[in-house]
């Protein structure tokens, strides 16, 4: 441990030189400069309630809106303000037959499709009900006998003659 001995000795010199700056510092006139300065110590606002406190994501909601607002106020003060144009009493009125012109041609065309929308609803109805005429009138298999098939007989016969008189209008 011979290296154990150095290490006392620059211990011991840095404590003698530590010392020795004491000395000079402490041992010297000082001159005293004294600033003196009135400061005025402003304490934190006193804490609300917990009762009228709010939430801390709501809080930060409401910064946010808030510097969207203020920002969107920044904006309209940026945008140029331009002078108002008097239209004349002639151009005016062209834009006003412009707009007619334009709403009058797009009604135009939604009452067309609604009206060909109407046409094709009534012609699905009319071969609907065409369909239901000419339907097929299935025989009852009663036990009555003859006398209910000769009703159904009669009543398909009446039901041809009435479409005869039908295509003959």
Request: charged residues 30%.
């Given at each position: 441990m011979?290296g154990g001995?150095?290490?006392?000795?620059?211990?011991?010199?840095?404590?003698?030189?530590?010392?020795?700056?004491?000395?000079?510092?402490?041992?010297?006139?000082?001159?005293?400069?004294?600033?003196?300065?009135?400061?005025?110590?402003?304490?934190p606002?006193?804490?609300?309630?917990?009762?009228?406190?709010?939430?801390?994501?709501?809080?930060?909601?409401?910064?946010?809106?808030?510097?969207?607002?203020?920002?969107?106020?920044?904006?309209f003060?940026?945008?140029?303000?331009?002078?108002?144009?008097v239209?004349k009493?002639?151009?005016?009125?062209?834009?006003?037959?412009?707009a007619?012109h334009?709403?009058t041609e797009?009604?135009?065309?939604?009452?067309q499709?609604?009206?060909?929308?109407?046409?094709?609803?009534?012609?699905?109805?009319?071969q609907?009900?065409?369909?239901?005429?000419n339907?097929?009138?299935?025989?009852?298999?009663?036990?009555?006998?003859?006398?209910?098939?000769?009703?159904?007989?009669?009543?398909?016969?009446?039901?041809?003659?009435?479409?005869?008189?039908g295509?003959?209008?």
């Open positions: 011979g001995g150095q290490g006392g000795q620059v211990h011991r010199r840095a404590a003698r030189g530590n010392q020795r700056l004491y000395q000079y510092v402490l041992g010297q006139d000082q001159e005293v400069n004294l600033t003196v300065t009135h400061l005025e110590v402003c304490a606002p006193q804490p609300l309630p917990l009762a009228e406190g709010k939430d801390r994501d709501l809080w930060k909601h409401e910064q946010q809106v808030a510097e969207l607002g203020m920002a969107e106020a920044q904006k003060l940026e945008v140029p303000v331009q002078q108002s144009r239209l009493r002639e151009e005016l009125e062209n834009f006003i037959n412009e007619i334009i709403q797009s009604l135009k065309e939604v009452l499709c609604e009206i060909q929308a109407i046409y094709d609803i009534l012609d699905l109805k009319l609907k009900k065409t369909l239901n005429l339907a097929p009138i299935p025989f009852p298999l009663s036990i009555a006998g003859q006398s209910g098939q000769d009703e159904a007989l009669k009543f398909n016969k009446a039901r041809k003659e009435k479409k005869a008189k295509k003959k209008m």
